[in-house]
């Protein structure tokens, strides 16, 4: 199973999602795409370390989902 993450910045949930991944290494992959100019530490042991895609997908995407009335909700 796979999770994309999409963020300006912070993950607001981090610690929950951390429990929610907690062992159960192996059945899913993650990936984070936060704002290129984000740049946060994060310890060595926490789930989302290492899983950051640099990409500019998720301007395009909040782009699209940004005008749809159906999903102004999901969208920050």
Known sequence: M???????????FAPLW???FKDHAGFYSI??????SFNETMPQDFVFYGRK???????MIQEK??????TQKCVR
Request: aromatic share 12%; proline share 9%.
């Open 2 to 12: 796979a999770f994309m993450f999409l963020e300006k910045g912070a993950l607001p």
């Open 18 to 20: 951390e429990k929610f």
């Open 31 to 36: 990936y984070l795409h936060q704002h290129p």
């Open 53 to 59: 895609v640099p990409s500019q997908a998720h301007l």
């Open 65 to 70: 989902l940004a005008g749809e009335d159906t």
